[in-house]
């Protein structure tokens, strides 16, 4: 991280806060839909897909998100036509993905791909950042009564006319999406936690669902800039410093819960 | 007059893989009336109430009437106490936009009493995984009666709920009926509540057992084929009242 001169430091800082704020907010949906290990799972699904890119020289967003789409899609259509539990199917998909991933991976590289190298930030990263976030915030804010809805009670909504299948679908693209951006941040192996950690805190402190969703992204943004300030002074990888800043809300939030 | 059919069903079948789970089931029910669907577990009651809603593949006609507005009130809610919504957000997710007026009418529909101001502090402000039994299923009535059915399909209204809120519950449904003209289909395993509120009855047992007024339709005979001797001996027992 040495390295990392100012302007790299901010560009770093502007994809990793909006990453932390998407995350935070599709995570605090997949924790009520009880989704956690599911969605950290599938964050590892992306690893194949960066291999690839870093191999052929190319942005390794594209490939993570293309694999994390052609999971989700296969994951989702498995579902669809055999009814088997979404844990096992994604399961099976996380343990081909990390296998082939590793196998793919030039042996120099795959500490990067597996936790992320916020250094390597170019331009490019903060504009699909920057696009891929405002896509998250504006198609939830479109979706929040309808998914949220299913997200209580599958039956209601559809009774209520709401196609449950096809908005969990597009919910699961936009995790593909944002884990996709957030490899860069926190790499494939970490990505989970990002999604999961912010949420879970949130849940603990939270009676509503308005006061849930905002200190679900909250939280999210104080672990990516926390940690990424704490790797810079500590000159130690951002990565696990996300991860270990984002505990520290969970924690606190223990003490917030009575039984 | 003759009654108007909200909902005709004829010679419906369900099959789950090689088990069949409903067997040519027929009936109808009348606009306004309260139906109740009774049958031992397994007998297929869930399973009808999702084929009406067209959520599973079926065979035969379900005919409801033209632009009916139905609402479904599941069995129970897989939400814990955690669970951060509060009772007014909940409400609200069933409509555009907050429309506090709105729901507090349909809050007093369902028998919750007070002033608005006690409503908002001791129940809209609440987290709806801290409500207790009876006042959850009343939410959700609240919540299935929020944009005006016609019908409303309630699944077992009153599972997990202690006695004294059953009753309200099945009270509360027969006034929404007096008051609204609200038809009400809902499957039940309290016999002594559907002799009590219902108009018709149907027993199911993967195939339609008895079908019509309760205290014709439920004989001895046909309860203890539902569900064994006891129940035989209660049906002789309450038609005593």
């Known amino acids: 991280m040495e390295y990392l001169s100012q302007s790299s430091f901010i560009l770093s800082l502007v994809v990793g806060l909006l990453v932390g704020a998407a995350a935070g907010l599709l995570g605090s949906f997949m924790v009520l839909k009880r989704m956690s290990l599911v969605g950290d799972a599938l964050t590892h699904v992306a690893l194949p897909g960066v291999a690839l890119g870093l191999l052929f020289g190319f942005n390794p967003f594209f490939g993570a998100f293309g694999f994390l789409a052609l999971a989700v899609l296969a994951i989702w259509r498995i579902g669809e036509t055999t009814r088997l539990p979404t844990e096992t199917i994604v399961g099976i998909f996380f343990a081909l993905s990390l296998a082939v991933g590793i196998l793919l991976t030039p042996e120099l590289e795959l500490l990067e791909a597996l936790f992320g190298d916020i250094s390597k930030t170019q331009i490019y990263d903060g504009l699909f950042a920057i696009s891929g976030s405002i896509i998250v915030f504006l198609v939830m804010k479109k979706i929040f009564k309808k998914f949220m809805l299913a997200v209580i009670s599958e039956d209601i909504a559809r009774s209520a006319g709401v196609s449950v299948d096809k908005i969990n679908l597009l919910f699961l693209f936009l995790v593909a999406l944002i884990v996709a951006l957030g490899v860069r941040v926190v790499g494939t192996l970490l990505m989970g936690a990002l999604v999961i950690i912010p949420a879970a805190a949130a849940k603990n402190f939270s009676r509503t669902m308005a006061g849930y969703v905002f200190l679900s992204i909250v939280f999210g943004i104080l672990s990516v800039g926390a940690g990424l300030f704490l790797a810079k002074i500590l000159n130690l990888p951002p990565g696990p410093m996300i991860v270990l800043a984002s505990v520290i809300p969970f924690l606190v939030s223990l003490s917030a819960i009575k039984r | ?241």
């Open chain 2, 1 to 241: 007059m003759e009654s108007q059919i909200i909902l005709k069903v004829e010679n419906l079948s369900v099959k789950f893989e090689e088990e069949q789970v409903l067997d040519n089931i027929s009936f109808s029910v009348k606009k306004g009336d309260i139906f109740a669907v009774v049958g031992p577990n397994g007998a297929g009651k869930t399973t009808l109430f999702r084929a009406l809603f067209n959520f599973i593949p079926y065979k035969g006609k379900i005919e409801w009437q033209e632009g009916i507005k139905k609402s479904y009130v599941p069995q129970r809610l897989t939400i814990d106490f955690y669970f951060p919504i509060s009772v007014l957000e909940f409400l609200t997710l069933k409509l555009k936009k907050e429309d506090r007026e709105a729901i507090f009418e349909v809050l007093k529909n369902v028998g919750f009493s007070g002033d608005e101001h006690h409503l908002e502090k001791h129940l809209l402000d609440k987290k709806l995984g801290s409500l207790s039994g009876g006042e959850f299923q009343k939410i959700l009535i609240a919540f299935a009666l929020l944009d005006k059915p016609d019908v409303l399909l309630f699944d077992e209204p009153t599972s997990g709920v202690d006695i004294g809120s059953e009753k309200t519950i099945y009270h509360t449904l027969a006034d929404l009926r007096k008051k609204t003209g609200l038809t009400v289909i809902f499957i039940s395993h309290d016999i002594q509540m559907v002799y009590q509120y219902v108009d018709s009855v149907l027993c199911l047992n993967k195939e339609a057992v008895c079908l019509g007024g309760p205290s014709r339709a439920l004989s001895a005979e046909i309860l203890e084929k539902l569900y064994g001797k006891e129940a035989g001996v209660f049906a002789h027992e309450h038609r005593k009242f």
